[in-house]
DNA sequence: GAGAAAAATGAACGACGTTCAAAAAACCGG
DNA sequence: CCGGTTTTTTGAACGTCGTTCATTTTTCTC
């Protein structure tokens, strides 16, 4: 309903830039508000006052640039998103063996996730209201995910087709994403770091070497 | 309201006989008005007023059998967790190769997550208010669970530690929890249940199999 | 600069979990 | 059985929440 993309210089000559831009400013606002507030104590934390207050505006303002707070907390998950992704980039230089990169990715994930974990918890605890579907840019946001770990794959698997490699990732994402959720979950018995850091080393290694034992599917 | 029917034989034997049997049943009543609300509605279906309601009691009586609310959830999180457990037990019979019982865990675990998706969802959704760690008995349901996957990882890792072996049966079943979880998961793009179990199987698989070649850890 | 249009405001609304003074029920010695 | 005492149950009331909308303030147009 609100998108504001217009960041122009000028601000005379244009009519609504500056109300647009200030639309853009208070978004900016809100959102680094919210992402602190979830930091600091998780989704719970997250309080229509509370953010008006550190933003400097009226509660109402709030509904003038999002839909409802789960617009805005899809917005911070957005954030998170691109975070993570940029946190698990490739280093520079030679790929190494792909079961070395995803052991790599698979790691980062964890560093990720211990190191904000409010926040990363944020993006799988949220449930939009009334069982609707993400928005399409949101879904777009977590295919890159994916994507990251589809690379070394295809060099782990050069056989398997690209549709299968497609699903495989998401696989190994979701079965990664399982062990650093179920380590970290504070309503299971607690998991030294460096125990869970192994574990996933062993998942990782056992899961690629088992790969190319299996049949292409 | 409620018409209390005198036995009288029990009642001057035992004092209190006939309140602890009212607050017992009372919290049964509350439990499964809270678990339909949950099944129907998920986590954010579960208000004080019309577990009242359902239950034919008033809203504070359910403060005099539970503490709050995050403990009834408990309760019918130990309720859901009892159901998967029998739901996963294993068939009368010979025991099968350990890699076919560990897949057929971790389609069992998938079917349970799909059959009573919003319950399943509740117990991992669910957060205790404060950060306060789960109660020791909520704990012990929790690790029945990893029990089952132990027995066919035993058989096939003889050479394995105990201890390490432990730590396998919460990872694997952490890596088809992860598996499974994102895979329903409605902020994701939706999976076909059919490949979601063809890529449950082919972590399984592959997982079993790569375990077999690692050194014992 | 004045009048029209748009945006920002914050008090008010309904719903929520939880509490607690009061009412009801259970208990017990005579 | 009864009257006084204790225990349990009750539901109106409290504080907080997300959200709304009549009012005020700002921006835009001529």
Redesign the pocket.
């Known amino acids: 309903m609100n998108d504001v993309q217009k960041t122009g210089s000028d601000s005379a000559e244009r ?5 647009s831009a ?2 853009a400013d ?1 978004r900016a606002r809100l959102v680094a508000a919210g992402r602190a507030a979830v930091a600091e104590g998780g989704l719970q934390n ?4 509370d953010l008006a207050a550190a933003a400097g ?9 999002f839909d ?3 617009d805005l907390i899809l917005r911070i998950g957005a954030d998170t998103l691109a975070r993570l992704e940029q946190g698990l980039a490739a280093p520079p230089g030679p790929a190494p063996e792909p079961a070395e990169e995803l052991l790599r990715l698979a790691c980062g994930y964890f560093s990720f996730a211990r190191a904000d974990k409010a926040l990363w918890r944020a993006l799988f605890e949220h449930r939009l ?1 009334g069982g609707r579907p993400a928005p399409a840019w949101y879904l777009e946001d977590q295919s890159r995910l994916f994507a990251l770990v589809e690379a070394p794959l295809a060099r782990l698997l050069p056989d398997e087709p690209a549709s299968s490699r497609a699903l495989l990732a998401r696989t190994l994402f979701s079965a990664v994403h399982g062990v650093v959720s179920l380590g970290l979950e504070e309503k299971l018995a607690p998991m030294p770091e460096a125990i869970l850091e192994a574990e996933l080393e062993r998942l990782v290694r056992a899961f690629a070497a088992g790969l190319t034992l299996l049949p292409p599917g």
């Open positions: 009519p609504g830039a500056k109300t200030r639309r208070l997250l309080k229509a006052r505006c009226a509660v109402g303002a709030i509904y003038n640039v409802d707070l789960d209201a």
